[in-house]
């Protein structure tokens, strides 16, 4: 991680002040739903009741998703819930359930991992016998390729961090998002 980042109390790592992935902390996208639905009904009051119809349907799958994912990341041996990919845009969803984050890239992909970051990421992964690392979705696969080449750890899978899949992808939509990505990090770092 880059230098400048600090912790904060949420457990996200911040640039400059501001981690822009805070959609994947579902609890967040709550919030979003509910800010939706009321601005649409202010907008819009003759369809206020359908607005909030239908915000309080995506609630429900929403809150199952947050069980879910919970139970799911619970399942993991605390010693295997480490999310490596190559930039720290899970900052959100590592504080809300319960992971660590190791990237050597900060939370923007416009700066460059630097060796340093890197070679202390690979030493980590050896100390910790990581089992595996994740490329995202949006970012050059190379640098993961060659930490998962140096330490012996595997390619875990592809996670969605800063956009969706085309609608025939896996992550099509926010709720495929969140599936796709538990499915691929249980299945990796699952004993």
């Given at each position: ?11 996200a790592e911040h640039h400059d ?75 959100y969803f590592a504080a809300a ?5 190791l990237a050597p890239q900060g ?85």
């Amino acid at each position: 991680m880059a230098e400048e980042e600090e912790d904060h109390a949420d457990g996200a790592e911040h640039h400059d002040g501001v981690d822009p992935h805070a959609w994947q902390n579902i609890g967040n996208g709550e919030i979003y739903v509910a800010n939706i639905a009321k601005a649409l009904a202010a907008a819009d009051p003759a369809n206020a009741a359908t607005y909030q119809a239908n915000a309080d349907a995506y609630l429900a799958k929403l809150k199952a998703l947050d069980a879910k994912v919970k139970a799911a990341i619970l399942a993991l041996p605390p010693e295997r819930r480490k999310i490596i990919t190559s930039h720290d845009a899970f900052g959100y969803f590592a504080a809300a359930y319960g992971l660590e984050v190791l990237a050597p890239q900060g939370v923007s992909t416009e700066s460059e991992a630097s060796a340093k970051g890197v070679a202390g990421l690979i030493t980590q992964i050896r100390e910790t016998k990581a089992p595996a690392v994740f490329i995202e979705n949006i970012t050059d696969p190379r640098l993961i390729e060659q930490i998962a080449k140096e330490t012996g750890a595997r390619i875990g899978g592809t996670l969605y961090s800063d956009a969706l899949s085309g609608a025939d992808g896996p992550a099509a939509t926010y709720i495929a998002m969140f599936e796709n990505n538990v499915a691929m990090l249980t299945a990796a770092l699952g004993s």
